[in-house]
């Protein structure tokens, strides 16, 4: 279904995006960032800190690592400023970079078994599928930003794959 050298692509990109978010949100005031926009997690923080709760959570079912602290009702309040989303931010695509450029073929198959907190079951899926899910929730929820941050007139990060430079920085 994907391969290793898929999942190293779709790291790196969001590396990438995740440093021009990083660079957006440093040219605006707390008040714009924290602003409730009516999107599904309010504000671009709270949309930043539910994506960044995501990866961690995925991670963790994948890599074996860390779980973020509470439950995605409480995932937009990660982490109380744009600095210390950075921070953790910079941390977590590390530990996705990491994690993908160590996989192998094999590590793609089988099935991944975890408890849904929201669902109150336990889950199986396959490896594959969930793993394009960590990427695909990636890349939903920075297009949210994305439309946050036009609207509040900031520029917006390029995010089409073929401009994602060949080299480089990934973090």
């Given at each position: ?87 953790k931010r910079f941390r ?80």
């Amino acid at each position: 279904m994907i391969t290793p050298e898929y999942c190293v692509a779709m790291a790196r990109y969001n590396a990438w995006q995740n440093r021009q978010v990083k660079a957006a949100f440093e040219r605006l005031s707390e008040a714009t960032l924290t602003k409730n926009r009516k999107a599904f997690f309010g504000s671009l923080l709270g949309t930043a800190n539910h994506l960044l709760w995501g990866d961690l959570m995925w991670m963790h079912r994948l890599d074996g690592g860390a779980a973020p602290e509470g439950g995605i009702t409480k995932s937009a309040a990660l982490c109380p400023s744009a600095a210390d989303w950075a921070v953790k931010r910079f941390r977590a695509d590390a530990r996705i970079l990491l994690w993908a450029e160590g996989l192998k073929a094999v590590d793609l198959t089988g099935p991944l078994t975890w408890y849904s907190a929201v669902k109150k079951v336990e889950i199986s899926k396959s490896m594959g599928l969930c793993v394009m899910h960590l990427f695909n929730h990636q890349t939903h929820h920075r297009g949210q930003i994305h439309a946050m941050l036009t609207q509040a007139g900031a520029d917006a990060p390029v995010s089409d794959l073929p401009f994602m430079p060949d080299d480089g920085p990934w973090l």
